[in-house]
């Protein structure tokens, strides 16, 4: 390997071990606890006060929340506890696809009362 060559691999593994600490802990930060005040009924409204709350984007399928009633949730929460709270004993699960959209779907296997905690993504 040539001098140049020694000299640019040096200082990209010199950029790199700059750098990745930064990166991992841009990835691993909590997500901002924001005040909740979803009051228990309905699990439609009740979504949609959490997305004008959190200011997260939800898809889902009204035909899979006919019927169902959240808890609701109240207090400082980050969006994934508080979103979790609000589907707790509904068969619904919140999952994370890799572009970052948040869709609810029917937890496989589970029945409609079937005690649900925070989502797994």
């Not at 979504?47 to 009633?69: F, M």
């Not at 808890?71 to 979103?83: D, E, I, M, S």
Request: proline share 10%; aromatic share 4%.
């Amino acid at each position: 390997m040539g001098r140049a060559r020694r000299w640019q691999a040096a200082c990209l593994s010199g950029c790199l071990s700059i750098l990745a600490p930064q990166l991992h802990a841009q990835r691993t930060e909590p997500a901002p606890v924001r005040a909740f005040v979803v009051p228990a009924g309905d699990l439609q409204p009740a979504l949609d006060l959490y997305i004008r709350q959190s200011g997260e984007q939800l898809i889902y399928r009204p035909g899979d929340l006919k019927g169902l009633k959240t808890h609701g949730v109240t207090g400082n929460h980050a969006p994934r506890h508080a979103l979790g709270l609000l589907l707790q004993d509904t068969p619904l699960r919140a999952t994370r696809d890799a572009s970052g959209a948040v869709a609810l779907v029917p937890a496989a296997g589970e029945s409609q009362v079937a005690p649900r905690g925070p989502p797994s993504w």
